[in-house]
């Protein structure tokens, strides 16, 4: 592929993916478009990693991809899992039948029928690692190094399709908290006659005392609350 048609192919990539709606369908798309575009990988996947630290496979083109995926985390090594763990962005094995580096898991992905992998972490400056983008090929032992390149494109995508959603989901969280503080407040001002700003420090000395977040204090009020209104409406 010449750098003509390495930017055709690119431009074209940007332009399917853009036209995806949800996240499901933005991961979906990056993928089946890689596989399109990428020279020499025939499977794609996009893994997530948790706040816990759990991987998860979110989108692939194909059953091979989910089942080395899942061997990988079931192993805890290859591609995958180095790019997502480890330090470097980028994990290539080409000719991996001979790559000695990953024992448990080479033999056996092998077997699956693969010949190469590339691996490429997914990663936002305010969140770190969120995942990884995974290329196999049953067709070439050999990576071409414009795959490196594209695939970089596409990690980039997924990488920002997920910090979206993260972004929304922080948001509607906070929001959520808010809320709950708010409604918490409300009740400390009614229950002892204070205002504002008073019932608001009432709980933020509960929450230091018990060593208990704010939110959580809050949380428990209202929920105390409305089972003691269930359980006696007229004392609304």
């Known amino acids: 592929m010449d750098g003509q048609d390495?930017?055709?192919?690119?431009?074209?990539?940007?332009?399917?993916i853009g036209k995806s709606q949800t996240l499901e369908e933005a991961l979906q798309t990056i993928?089946?478009?890689?596989?399109?575009s990428l020279p020499g990988f025939d499977h794609v996947?996009?893994?997530?990693?948790?706040?816990?630290?759990?991987?998860?496979?979110?989108?692939?083109?194909?059953?091979?991809?989910?089942?080395?995926?899942?061997?990988?985390?079931?192993?805890?090594?290859?591609?995958?899992?180095?790019?997502?763990?480890?330090?470097?962005?980028?994990?290539q094995a080409p000719w991996i039948r001979h790559n000695r580096r990953w024992l448990k898991y080479v033999p056996r992905a092998v077997d699956m029928g693969l010949q190469s992998q590339l691996a490429v972490q997914l990663y936002l400056d305010d969140e770190g690692t969120v995942g990884g983008l995974n290329m196999y090929s049953t067709e070439s032992e050999e990576i071409d190094p414009n795959a490196v390149a594209m695939a970089d494109l596409f990690a980039t995508h997924a990488a920002l399709a997920l910090g979206n959603v993260r972004a929304v989901k922080h948001l509607n969280d906070a929001l959520?908290?808010?809320?709950?503080?708010?409604?918490?407040?409300?009740?400390?001002?009614?229950?002892?006659?204070?205002?504002?700003?008073?019932?608001?420090g009432f709980l933020a000395r509960t929450s230091s005392h018990a060593n208990v977040k704010v939110r959580d204090i809050a949380a428990r009020m209202v929920e105390e609350h409305a089972a003691q209104v269930n359980r006696n409406p007229r004392s609304t």
């Open 45 to 91: 996947g996009i893994s997530t990693v948790d706040d816990k630290g759990k991987i998860s496979t979110r989108a692939a083109t194909s059953q091979l991809v989910w089942d080395l995926d899942s061997l990988q985390y079931t192993l805890e090594e290859g591609p995958c899992i180095d790019s997502m763990r480890g330090h470097v962005e980028v994990v």
């Open 176 to 200: 959520r908290s808010r809320e709950i503080i708010g409604k918490a407040v409300g009740l400390v001002m009614a229950k002892y006659d204070l205002d504002e700003d008073a019932a608001f």
């Open 31 to 36: 993928v089946e478009t890689a596989q399109m």
């Open 6 to 16: 390495l930017a055709a192919a690119l431009a074209e990539a940007a332009r399917t």
